[in-house]
């Protein structure tokens, strides 16, 4: 990509970023065969990025409000957008990690899937916990 665009880019994630990013906090979590928890060896650590979060009061995973289901099946899912020039740290996040979405009233996550193939941000697609 030449510099100019790459420059763009740059300048667009910050003022997407001033208005819209919300502070995560990442609690890393040792998954294991053995042992699941918080991991000892990597401490929480803050993150910001835009959260997009799906509508939380479905109640069907047909998307209305209908409660004709026998069992309740929670279908909402969210992605956190970070910018890996500004926040270098979101490398280090792995899958099953726990997220808490400090700008939201402490909503809890846990990161499901993680897509470092876009040119300008990592997405981290997460689920309510």
Do not use: K
């Not at 991991?39 to 109640?59: I, M, S, Y």
């Not at 069992?71 to 099953?96: F, K, Y």
């Amino acid at each position: 990509m030449p510099p100019l665009w790459r420059d763009r880019l740059a300048r667009v994630r910050r003022a997407v970023d001033s208005q819209l990013a919300d502070a995560v906090t990442v609690s890393p979590q040792a998954c294991s065969d053995y042992a699941n928890g918080p991991d000892p060896e990597r401490p929480p650590f803050p993150l910001a990025g835009v959260l997009v979060a799906g509508e939380g009061d479905q109640a069907s995973l047909g998307g209305t409000n209908a409660r004709s289901w026998r069992a309740s099946i929670p279908a909402g899912e969210a992605e956190l957008h970070v910018d890996p020039e500004a926040w270098p740290t979101v490398l280090e996040v792995r899958q099953g990690d726990h997220l808490t979405a400090d700008d939201r009233g402490g909503a809890p996550y846990e990161v499901l899937r993680i897509d470092r193939s876009q040119r300008n941000r990592i997405i981290l697609r997460l689920g309510a916990r």
